[in-house]
């Protein structure tokens, strides 16, 4: 049997000290520190080892844990003479916002306040010490969860200039998490407050500070220069397409495939990878999150581990609140296909919302989507962006997404199923009452465009055609806005045994009043559209039978469906 595998352990030495599972990343440190960086930003996918990795920095450089070579002893750093040397001999600043996850700016700068509040308690000692001139002890004394903006952004600096002079030596910064705030503040409106403030927070802690040896920042996404990164052109960025430490963060297949090994699983190693790999950081491959497979390890049993670990808030609102476009691409790529789009690394979270280029960037740096292949920017013409071939990264994350889609439709669950039976048992009335029970609690939640909720189904529709390809892909092909005939249809589902179900058409219309007197003309509008542009034209051509397909046309009046 191999060792214990302890899961949410995050400290370093707790798992050396208990000899938990753990596979060796202190190559990191060396890696890093050769560098000879200023400061670093890693962004990583959540789950993937960053704040483990930082508690290993800490305790290696850390005067705290001075003397505890042992922790490191038979680990790749150990065997570096110079490395063994400079262990426990820096000061340290280490600081997280991963908990940071408030509704509105004032308690978030608030708990912020708290943090560096707490981590000056931790320093009290040069309170008494010479090197601390009397308006250092009065700037001390003023840092309390409720200091004012000129204290809480200069907090950092003046406390790498404390320590600096207390042990003759500048400072190493870590800071795990950084963009958790900027993501919960884009999703709940106060993204332009925590702006102003991170950004000053920032300058005075990684730019303008001449106690300030070397720094790492942590995080999932690269949060744009222009948003809080304005004055630090000393910055190392290193996203999940960059060739530096990818080997760092998550799994190889090799130290997988020896794990699985050393737990006597060695004839799972198929179905793992099918699970769980799919991660591609630089030009490294077959990278597999460390969360689902030390959950693996431990219970032996296939499950959504690093699925389940959030709560997916903004992807979710950016797929729910998407255009047609994002939806129907989102379709091809839940269906299985892959989809190609422009990546844009420097997220900008306030343009976000209808930026598929921006949205497709977010999901590969939080590591739904994989790079399959991309263009070099040396073979596409001037004046365009390299495009790059995306899928879903694996199983798990499939069935995450198949999940949150029903969570969208949870509300009018009972009245969603009833619509799918009567849809496909052919039964209009029954159609009509479920589906305007449905759009009436369902239509606001997609629709977020300006006008009145109800004028533009799309968003709409599509979030109800994401919805079939969960419930119904197992019997039939689904696809929305394609060509076929002579235009493009709404929703087909294509039966997959045609002697068991009939095929569907279905064409959404909105209510014109100046060219339809009812919803029953514009009802019948739509199937007339479906019949004019001979949408049948390939299914016809692929072997089914026209009399095996059944056309609907759908009449909106603001939150009011009628079905035809």
């Not at 978030?108 to 008494?128: E, G, H, V, W």
């Given at each position: 049997m191999g060792r214990n595998v302890a899961i949410g352990i995050q400290s370093f030495s707790e798992i050396i000290e208990k000899k938990y599972f753990y596979v060796d990343k202190t190559s990191f440190i060396k890696e890093w520190w050769d560098s000879g960086d200023s400061v670093t930003l890693i962004t990583r996918p959540r789950r993937f080892g960053k704040t483990l990795n930082m508690s290993m920095v800490e305790q290696f450089f850390s005067l705290d844990y001075a003397n505890r070579g042992d922790l490191f002893e038979g680990l790749s750093i150990w065997k570096e003479k110079e490395y063994r040397e400079i262990q426990g001999t820096y000061p340290v600043i280490s600081l997280s916002f991963a908990n940071i996850k408030?509704?509105?700016?004032?308690?978030?700068?608030?708990?912020?306040?708290?943090?560096?509040?707490?981590?000056?308690?931790?320093?009290?000692?040069?309170?008494?010490?010479?090197?601390?001139?009397?308006?250092?002890?009065?700037?001390?004394?003023?840092?309390?969860?409720?200091?004012g903006d000129v204290e809480a952004t200069l907090a950092l600096h003046n406390l790498s200039k404390y320590l600096s002079r207390y042990y003759g030596k500048k400072v190493i910064i870590l800071l795990d998490e950084y963009d958790t705030p900027m993501q919960e503040a884009y999703v709940d409106g106060y993204w332009d407050e925590l702006v102003v403030f991170t950004r000053s927070l920032f300058n005075s802690t990684f730019k303008t500070n001449p106690w300030l040896d070397r720094a790492i920042m942590t995080g999932i996404t690269r949060v744009s220069k222009e948003s809080i990164f304005l004055d630090l052109n000393n910055l190392e960025v290193v996203t999940t397409t960059s060739n530096k430490y990818a080997t760092s963060f998550g799994f190889t297949e090799e130290e997988v495939f020896d794990a699985l090994e050393e737990c006597e699983l060695s004839g799972e190693k198929k179905e793992v990878k099918r699970w769980y790999d799919g991660f591609i950081f630089g030009k490294q491959k077959d990278i597999y999150n460390p969360w689902s497979i030390l959950n693996f390890l431990d219970k032996k049993d296939y499950r959504m581990y690093w699925a389940n670990t959030s709560s997916n808030s903004l992807v979710g609102k950016l797929l729910r609140e998407g255009d047609r476009r994002i939806k129907e691409q989102f379709e091809i790529l839940l269906d299985g296909g892959v989809i190609e789009s422009p990546i844009d690394e420097q997220i900008v979270y306030n343009q976000l919302r209808g930026n598929e280029r921006a949205i497709w960037s977010l999901l590969l740096a939080s590591g739904y989507l994989k790079v399959l292949r991309f263009e070099s920017i040396i073979e596409v013409p001037d004046g365009t962006n390299p495009k790059y071939t995306l899928a879903l990264t694996n199983r798990e994350v499939r069935l995450m997404f198949q999940n949150m889609i029903r969570d969208w439709f949870m509300d009018v669950e009972g009245d969603y199923n009833d619509f799918i039976k009567a849809l496909l048992l052919g039964n209009k009335k029954v159609m009509n009452r479920y589906m305007n029970r449905i759009a009436l609690n369902v239509f606001s939640y997609f629709d977020t465009g300006k006008r009145p909720s109800g004028e533009e189904p799309e968003r709409f529709y599509h979030g109800f055609v994401l919805g079939l390809i969960v419930d119904l892909q197992s019997r039939y092909v689904i696809t929305s806005n394609r060509e076929s005939g002579f235009g493009r249809y709404d929703v087909v589902l294509a039966a997959k045994n045609p002697q068991k179900d009939d095929t569907i058409i279905m064409e959404f219309k909105v209510h014109d009043p100046d060219d339809e007197d009812t919803l029953e003309d514009t009802v019948a509008s739509a199937l007339a559209q479906i019949e004019e542009k001979q949408y049948e034209v390939d299914l016809v051509a692929r072997g089914i039978p026209a009399e095996r397909i059944r056309k609907y046309g759908f009449a909106f009046e603001g939150k009011k469906v009628l079905i035809g």
């Open positions: 408030e509704k509105n700016y004032e308690i978030t700068r608030k708990k912020i306040c708290q943090i560096l509040t707490d981590l000056y308690a931790d320093y009290t000692f040069l309170m008494k010490s010479d090197v601390m001139e009397a308006s250092d002890r009065e700037f001390f004394h003023r840092i309390s969860p409720d200091m």
